[in-house]
C-alpha cells in the first residue's frame, strides 16, 4: 500500500523567508502529485499539482518533483501570515484514482 | 467560494446510535469522495463514487455505508457509531478523466460520547 510522508511535521519561519516542504511516496507508478493547504477549521484547498519530472512555478509557489527519489516538494517564496496553515501533499497511481495524502506540514509565519 | 456542500457541520452522538452526512456538490463533476480527518489531522480515503458506481472501498468498517443517489450527492450512513468514529468527515468531488484537482467540503465533525 501507497506510504506518503511528509517532513518537517511543524515549521515556524519569519515573514519574508523562504519556506520548503517535503514529501515523500512509496510507490513509483505514481504519476498524479499535489499540494493543498487547509486553514484551521477551513476545506482543504488545491495548491498545485504536477505529473512529469521537473518543476512548476505560480506565483510565489513553486513545485519540484523528483520521480526517481520518490519526492516532491513545495517551495514558498515570501513567506506571509496568511500562508500559516496546515500543508498536506497527495499522490495517486494515475489521473482517476483517488488520492492518497500524507502526514501533514503545519508552517506558522511569524511577523 | 464553496461549490461542496455538507450537513450537518457539527453533531454529538451516544455510541450505538445511526448518523448521516450529507454532501452535495455544484461543479459538475463525476466523482465524488468520502474521506476521514482524524484528531492528528491525517487524511484517509473512505469511499469514491463514480457516476453512482463505488470505485473505491478501503477496509472502512462495515457500519460505513455511502449512499448515492446521482452524481452530485453522496451520503455517509454510520450504521452504530463507536468512540473511534469521532473525526472530521470530509467530503470531496473531481472529474475523473481531467486531472485529479479535489474540491473538498467544509467538513462534518462527528463526536461520539
Known amino acids: 500500500q501507497q506510504k506518503v510522508q511528509q517532513s518537517p511535521e511543524s515549521l515556524i519561519v519569519p515573514e519574508g523567508a523562504m519556506t520548503s516542504l517535503n514529501c515523500t511516496f512509496s510507490?513509483?507508478?505514481?504519476?498524479?502529485f499535489a499540494w493543498y493547504r487547509q486553514h484551521s477549521g477551513k476545506a482543504p484547498k488545491a495548491l498545485m499539482s504536477?505529473?512529469?519530472?521537473g518543476e512548476k512555478e505560480e506565483g510565489r509557489f513553486t513545485i519540484h518533483l523528483n520521480k526517481a527519489s520518490l519526492h516532491f516538494s513545495l517551495h514558498i517564496r515570501d513567506s506571509q501570515p496568511s500562508d500559516s496553515a496546515l500543508y498536506l501533499c497527495?499522490?495517486?497511481?494515475?489521473?482517476?484514482?483517488?488520492?492518497?495524502f500524507g502526514t501533514g506540514t503545519k508552517l506558522q509565519v511569524v511577523p | 467560494e464553496t461549490a461542496v456542500f455538507q450537513t450537518p457541520n457539527y453533531h454529538v452522538t451516544q455510541v450505538g446510535n445511526e448518523v448521516s452526512f450529507n454532501c452535495k456538490q455544484t461543479?459538475?463533476?463525476?466523482?465524488m469522495y468520502w474521506y476521514k480527518q482524524d484528531s492528528k489531522k491525517l487524511l484517509k480515503i473512505m469511499f469514491s463514487y463514480n457516476n453512482k458506481q463505488l470505485i473505491v472501498n478501503e477496509t472502512v468498517p462495515r457500519r460505513f455505508s455511502p449512499q448515492s443517489s446521482d452524481k452530485a450527492h453522496l451520503n455517509l450512513r454510520i450504521k452504530s457509531v463507536e468512540p473511534e468514529d469521532s473525526a472530521v468527515y470530509l467530503c470531496?468531488?473531481?472529474?475523473?478523466?481531467?486531472?485529479?484537482?479535489?474540491?473538498f467540503g467544509e467538513g462534518s465533525r462527528l463526536i461520539v460520547v
Open positions: 461543479l459538475g463533476h463525476d466523482t
Open positions: 470531496a468531488s473531481s472529474f475523473k478523466s481531467s486531472g485529479n484537482t479535489l474540491y
Open positions: 510507490d513509483s507508478a505514481s504519476q498524479y
Open positions: 504536477i505529473f512529469s519530472n
Open positions: 497527495a499522490v495517486s497511481i494515475h489521473s482517476g484514482t483517488y488520492q492518497r
